[in-house]
């Protein structure tokens, strides 16, 4: 189990299975052993990077990768994520800590903790399922909770947020809390992303079978904002930047140590010698297909004059990657591979990225010629358990996140003026020497992802994207703006005939691609077969249908 360590790591306590429900006297020790338990529910460096798979941004040969959105999900009989162990074990806690003898003090975060990840467990629940019975205690097989039925999703919401108002209350700031733990900070982002899922989902699922009654997605929207602000007026956080436009983004996701980088609320640790490691970078570096960047993705990226792609003078075209991320956003050459970017170092030897890797073996190879580079690091250690592993950190929260929220949040409210701007998008703008983003946007994009919503909307939006590319943002985004659009759409990459001449590169007949040249992975598959009318949730299981009479199924099913 992967901990995220602190300062100083206590090897006397005892192992935390050592402890049960029956003998946990709730002592300061044994309270912080019981939270360390629910920190792998956090998202590691792998999940972190690979989440877009299943998004438009990532493509990924095996398109049934995820079953919602290749439409081969089926109703299980058990499982299926339907699972409530964690949320007993949380209430189990919050039932009975109250017999400790210890000062609240010296016990008050691992109270707070204990409420971050019950509004942490039941907003993953949320997203999955949406509709949730909410359960205070740690139930039993005799216990009557067994039978509740689901409430609506917006009950459930404004539960995890009072479980996060009680967290915030309990839990101290970043700078008074042991590197790794939860903070209050953290659950300040936690709960400004829980309120600006619930308002999105409200609004743009209205008048579908996933619609809420009496909805009221504003309330969420300026919970949202409200809890951005709250972080933002700490003074505590800001953009990192050195002033590099061209390297501090990428540096942000290939650090081994976060604690002082002024843009990460919480990060994970990893520690070889204490069995903490992961082999992101060995299939960053050595497995095209989990950093195949779509086409799509590419095209979001404004040219240097703040301008997009299918209006500015600046755009060079994509007949080769070289052209595509000339005059570019610089997040863009921070996010895919350039020929020439260092890729591995080994002592003294020095790898360059010379070309996708189209020529390996099929589950080895790049399906759309851009290559990921966002989270490699060319100094990231061998050797370990389990062979090539490393040590990365991965930000889990971090403040760019926080000033996203706001601003779309804001915008949303319709109180998004240029202060507001300024105050969030452009600050991540400023980081790459981009121009700033004005409230009346001042050109129209024939390429916008959501022709029916404000220019302003959709350049927050696009922000979003491109920021947050390849953190695992981007599907809970399309599921909450119901924009499933996206997904549908052909799903390409780079233009092939830059690769076919290329004595590495395989035959044509090989590779596919679309009536245009752009590579296309799922052009002899169904693809991405999302059936808005249903997958937009998954499906209980029916063990937990017929033992629950109470439950219903969700739309479609």
Request: with cysteine.
């Given at each position: ?6 300062c100083e790591k206590e090897l006397d306590l005892p192992p935390l ?326 890729q591995r170092i080994v002592g003294v030897d020095t790898t360059k ?91 129209t994009d024939s390429d916008w992802e959501f022709p029916s919503l ?104």
């Amino acid at each position: 189990m992967i901990f995220l360590t602190a300062c100083e790591k206590e090897l006397d306590l005892p192992p935390l299975d050592s402890i049960t429900d029956q003998e946990l006297a709730f002592s300061r020790t044994e309270m912080e052993l019981y939270c360390n338990q629910f920190y792998t529910m956090l998202p590691n460096f792998e999940s972190m990077i690979y989440g877009d798979l299943s998004s438009d941004n990532l493509i990924f040969f095996n398109y049934l990768s995820n079953a919602r959105l290749a439409g081969t999900i089926v109703v299980p009989e058990s499982g299926g994520g339907w699972s409530w162990g964690t949320i007993r074990a949380l209430n189990y806690f919050l039932v009975n800590y109250r017999k400790t003898q210890e000062p609240i003090e010296s016990v008050g975060p691992f109270i707070g903790e204990i409420h971050f990840f019950k509004a942490y467990a039941y907003f993953n629940q949320l997203q999955t399922f949406g509709d949730l019975p909410w359960l205070s205690t740690p139930l039993n097989t005799d216990s009557e909770e067994l039978f509740n039925p689901r409430l609506s999703r917006s009950v459930i919401a404004d539960s995890i947020i009072v479980n996060l108002d009680k967290a915030i209350a309990l839990l101290n700031p970043k700078n008074a809390t042991p590197v790794g733990r939860i903070n209050k900070d953290a659950a300040l982002i936690l709960q400004s992303r829980v309120a600006l899922y619930e308002g999105s989902w409200e609004k743009y699922h209205s008048g579908t079978p996933f619609g809420v009654a009496n909805a009221d997605p504003n309330k969420y929207f300026r919970k949202a904002a409200d809890a951005a602000k709250q972080l933002m007026d700490t003074g505590g956080y800001s953009v990192h930047s050195t002033g590099d436009i061209n390297g501090d983004y990428w540096r942000l996701f290939n650090q081994e140590d976060l604690q002082a980088n002024p843009e990460v609320i919480l990060w994970r640790d990893y520690d070889i010698e204490f069995g903490g490691a992961h082999q992101a970078q060995n299939r960053l570096l050595s497995d095209g297909t989990f950093g195949s960047v779509s086409k799509q993705l590419v095209d979001s990226y404004l040219t240097t004059d703040g301008t997009p792609i299918s209006v500015s003078a600046l755009y060079q075209g994509d007949s080769t990657v070289e052209l595509a991320v000339t005059n570019r956003d610089p997040r863009l050459t921070q996010t895919i591979y350039q020929i020439g970017d260092v890729q591995r170092i080994v002592g003294v030897d020095t790898t360059k990225y010379e070309r996708p890797f189209l020529n390996l073996p099929a589950r080895n190879a790049n399906t759309t010629g851009y290559q990921l580079f966002k989270g490699t690091d060319p100094d990231a250690p061998g050797g370990g358990p389990g062979g090539e592993v490393s040590t990365t950190a991965n930000p889990i929260f971090r403040y760019a996140e926080v000033l996203l929220n706001y601003a779309e949040a804001k915008a949303e409210l319709g109180e998004a003026d240029q202060t507001v701007l300024d105050a969030s998008i452009n600050l991540l703008r400023d980081r790459v020497g981009m121009p700033h983003m004005t409230v009346n946007i001042g050109f129209t994009d024939s390429d916008w992802e959501f022709p029916s919503l404000s220019p302003l909307i959709n350049e927050i939006r696009r922000e979003r994207k491109v920021e947050l590319a390849c953190e695992n943002f981007r599907f809970h985004d399309i599921m909450r703006w119901r924009a499933h659009h996206l997904i549908l759409r052909p799903l390409t990459g780079a233009s092939f005939a830059q690769f076919e001449n290329m004595p590495w590169s395989p035959p044509l007949g090989e590779v596919k691609v679309d009536n245009n040249g752009y590579m296309f992975p799922f052009k002899d598959t169904p693809g991405w077969q999302f059936d808005p009318d249903i997958h937009y949730l998954s499906p209980l299981p029916t063990t937990q249908l017929t033992l629950n009479p109470n439950l219903t199924q969700n739309p479609g099913y």
